[in-house]
């Protein structure tokens, strides 16, 4: 019971003056309305007021009723913005469970266990164990977590802690600074069973001691009140230039007001402001480098493929054709352009694809004074963003006499680059021409197209598989600070061959030329300096012509009605996989694109088993397939 009233003693001295603060509080408005209000009603003259036939009705003399009335009627505000409820915070409910000596989850998922009592069965001379029983230090235990503030806590510690100077002090600069003497239930006691009595830290005891003035009074916990994150003032001004260079403008209805705000575009937004600087880095690259004997600026791209046979017939539009792939490497310096043509039995058209056709460019198109090439293309992961490419230019840096490649990347969607112009012409000459049967007759209208177009037909043997380069050199995937590397956020690769390792390179997710870049080494995956040559690295992708869809093959059959004979060997010799048709029942297919699936493979079958009974295909139904390559 000792220990019970001892807390009590302690909660009732600590908000004493609070209390008495309240408490004049309360009582200033009873004085002021019983001296100095006037009651209306009390005089002479007539009244309106009635007063109510109520027995319930609450004394108005009373100030407790009155504070209960109001509390009780009072409506709460409807506001539309969410008030703040810092008691369901989960950093308050942890706070709150590890004050009051609970088990809680730390911020990275750490489970700490409650708090308990700790034995002290070590003899000292203040005789602990014999002077504060096991019983008496549970209590004190109990109620000490039951506070379950770190402030009230820290109070009580302080309250049992009193600093003293040291007796005898050596003259060292790191010595003692003072001595202290703790007592419990007014009995001196050791600091190791005060410690294990409360199971608090030496750390806490020091921070506590610490804190407590030469008045006896703990200094609050400050922790989490300090400022929020403060930015610096080099990088505010970086964020005020940056905001400067948009045009602004002065508001009509707010000037009178405000006379200096001033207001942004509202079509203004991160998208445009990309694309403006990447078509502004663009436009400089070429610009600089106009007159310049050893830096080439490029821009590169692939067009949307060409379908073949081009015929006029309504028939083509629901089956399957023949694609034909055109890539365009175009100098921004000269206006020229190296296009690439092949069609899909010849390869596809990925990233080593692309590697090969750039490989080609460089090997038989550029002059070897260059060495400085500035690459400009869009963010196609599949295509122009992808470790085959990267790997390709750490090669070309070390094989070739190239001594840096710059490769920037246009923002999607909202950038325009030279080929898409180049495109446009031969899409213009396309709609001139009515018929187009082979692969062979787009070359011959992109050459006819304009007089800066240099056609190459690519054939199996310019296609190199990069392979062996990746059993070289390991994937990028995080760079020197140990950060994984973001790929579609990424801007700008940079390849030198000053770089302090053969296979390194640097890349950063903006143009800015004052923003830093990252590094990434790839290791090696072969002991020793790898000799990386052409010809060892590189070989031939495919030996045999790439074999299309069944279904494919056999809608480019049921067209050559409308091709001229002499074309038909050319669709005839085309090879094609034989694949085993599945039927696919209605019952099985979960989805209703499955169930239409299902029912178009089926009268593609009953179209096929007619086809080969009547032999005429002007009698055939037409199927409704669209191409999804």
Known sequence: MFIIYFFKWFNSHIYEKNHKISQTVLKAPVEKFDKDIIDPYETDEESEYEPEDDDESIDSEDPEADGNMDEEHKTPSKTRKRGRREVDWQVNKKKMLRNSGKAYDGNKKKAHLPRNMKLYNHTCRYKCNQNIAETERQDLFDNFYKLASYDLQNSFLSSCIKKKSVARKRNTDNGKQFSTEITLLNKRVCKMFFLKTFDVSNKRFTTVCSKTSSLGICGKDRRGTGPGRKMEQKRRKLVIEHINMFPKYRSHYSRQSNLNTRYLSPELNITTIKAEKATSSKKIDAKEHEDSQNTCVLCFDLQQALATPLITTSKVFYLRQLWTYNFCIHNLVTGKSNIYVWDETVSSRGSQEIGSCLLHFINNALPQNFTKIIFYSDSCGGQNKNKNIVKL???????????????????????????????????????????????????????????????????????????????????????????????????????????????????????????????????????????????????????????????????????????????????????????????????????????????????QQGVESEEEKDGDSDNVDLILYSDYE
């Open 393 to 603: 230019f750490m090669f070309l840096k070390k094989a070739t006499k190239i001594e840096e490649i710059h490769h920037k990347f246009l923002e999607p969607g909202h950038t325009f680059m030279e080929c898409d112009h180049d495109f446009g012409i031969i899409e213009k000459v396309k709609r001139k021409i009515p018929q187009i049967f082979i692969p062979e007759h787009w070359r011959n209208v992109i050459k006819k197209s304009c007089k800066k177009f240099s056609v190459h037909e690519m054939r199996k043997e310019d296609f190199y598989s990069f392979s062996k380069l990746n059993e070289t050199i390991s994937d990028p995937k995080k760079d020197t600070d140990k950060h994984v590397i973001k790929w579609r956020e990424i801007q700008y690769f940079f390849f030198s061959k000053l770089a302090e390792s053969l296979f390194c390179f640097y890349f950063k997710p903006t143009l800015d030329v004052s923003f830093p870049f990252n590094k990434c080494i790839c290791p090696t995956k072969v002991t020793g300096r790898p000799s990386l040559t052409f010809q060892s690295t590189f070989s031939q992708l495919h030996h045999d012509t790439l074999k299309i869809n069944e279904l494919k093959w056999n809608n480019l059959q049921t067209l050559l009605e409308y091709i001229p004979p002499v074309y038909h060997n050319f669709y005839k010799n085309i090879q094609y996989e034989a694949k085993e048709k599945k039927k696919r029942m209605s019952q099985t297919s979960s989805s209703g694109r499955g169930k239409k699936k299902a029912k178009i493979e089926e009268n």
